[in-house]
Every structure is written in C-alpha cells, then in structure tokens.
T-cell receptor
C-alpha cells in the first residue's frame, strides 16, 4: 500500500500562497491522490484529488509530478480559516473497493 | 450535495454500557461507509468498512465483537460500542463513498464518546 510522507507542520502568512508538499514514492499507476483537511474536532473536509494531471478547483490547486512520486497542494491566498491539519492520502484499492488510509498530516498555521 | 449526518455529536456513557452511533447519507445512497476513530492529537484510524446488506470488513486489530457495525439500508450505517470502557473514549467519524464518476468520499462531523 502506498504511504505518504508530509512535513509535520508549516507556517504561512495570511494572504500568501500556502504550498504543502507530499511524497508518495510507492504509488501505483491507478492510485489517486486525495487531499483533505481537518479543523479541530470536526470531520475531514474534501479539498481536491487527482491521478496524474494537475487539478484546480475553487479551494486549491494540486500539482502532481510527472513520475507521480510527489505532489503539492497549493492554497493560493491563505486565510486564518485555513489553519488546519492537511492530509495527503493515496487511495488504497480502486473503484468499489477503494478506501482512504490517513497518515499523520501537516498542521498548517496561517499567521496574520 | 453529498452530506453525511452523524448522530449524536457527543455522548457520555458509563463503563459497561453500550452506545450506538448513527451515520446517515442525506441526499445520496451509500452502499459503502467507513468508520474511523481518532485519539487526541493523532490521525484518523480506519476501523472498518461497512457494506450495505453484508457483513462489515474490519481492519487488523479491531475487535468485531466490541464494535458492531450494521448497514441495513442504503442511507444508514450504525456503529455500536459494546461494553464500553474508558479506553474506548475517542472521536468516532464515519465516511461514505460517493459513487460518481470519480468515487469521492464525504465525512460526517464526528461523535465524541466519553466513557466514565
């Protein structure tokens, strides 16, 4: 099963872009990368996911390297409300059998 | 869309009693749901995969007789913590797989269980 490695914590200035890296060097060709975040004592919130192409939505951008061994989540203009634990997850299994196994995540602190 | 409602949001129970936690998909049908638990300052740990109409699949090390899972309909899965002990105190979170073109996963808001 592909594991992910993320820095334990990061700081970011309010209004600046937050770039959160993730290593997943053992990822298989058909495994998706998902990003979720969790604000204290709440359920995880979906951010974005991708397979091999870069993805963008209203919350963030996901940049996946060509060899798919790492990715970066970009929050373009971080706000104080973006302070949370960010999880990079490689989905285990595919389709109907897929499941999400969480790693330790990165605690992002957005500072004024 | 794709909202999962979890109830109760918090519960306190006495040692030795059982507690049931409900997870409902409000606007979609969920053939597969997942149960996680999270201890303070730790990540989410997958406990089991709940499949509608069949037995749940438990992760290694999770006691199936202690954590009873029932998924009797396409919108409801329940987790019952039997004979609860203080060490079962934790944050329990359910998730449902959304069967769309890309198989997303949506999470409930969690249940804080305190066993006294």
């Amino acid at each position: 099963d592909a594991k992910t490695t993320q820095p334990t914590s990061m700081d970011c200035a309010e209004g600046r872009a937050a770039n959160l890296p993730c290593n997943h060097s053992t990822i298989s060709g058909n495994e998706y990368v998902y990003w979720y975040r969790q604000i204290h004592s709440q359920g995880p919130q979906y951010i974005i996911h991708g397979l091999k192409n870069n993805e963008t939505n209203e919350m963030a951008s996901l940049i996946i390297t060509e060899d798919r061994k790492s990715s970066t989540l970009i929050l373009p203009h971080a706000t104080l409300r973006d302070t949370a634990v960010y999880y990079c997850i490689v989905r285990i299994g595919s389709g109907n059998t897929g499941k999400l196994i969480f790693g330790q995540g990165t605690t992002l602190q957005v500072k004024p | 869309g794709a909202v999962v409602s979890q109830h109760p949001s918090w519960v306190i129970c006495k040692s030795g009693t059982s507690v049931k936690i409900e997870c409902r998909s409000l606007d979609f049908q969920a053939t597969t749901m997942f149960w996680y638990r999270q201890f303070p300052k730790q990540s989410l740990m997958l406990m089991a995969t709940s499949n509608e109409g069949s037995k749940a699949t438990y992760e290694q090390g999770v006691e199936k007789d202690k954590f009873l899972i029932n998924h009797a309909s396409l919108t409801l899965s329940t987790l019952t913590v039997t004979s609860a002990h203080p060490e079962d105190s934790s944050f329990y979170i359910c998730s449902a797989r959304i069967q769309s073109a890309y198989y997303g996963y949506t999470f409930g808001s969690g249940t804080r269980l305190t066993v006294v």
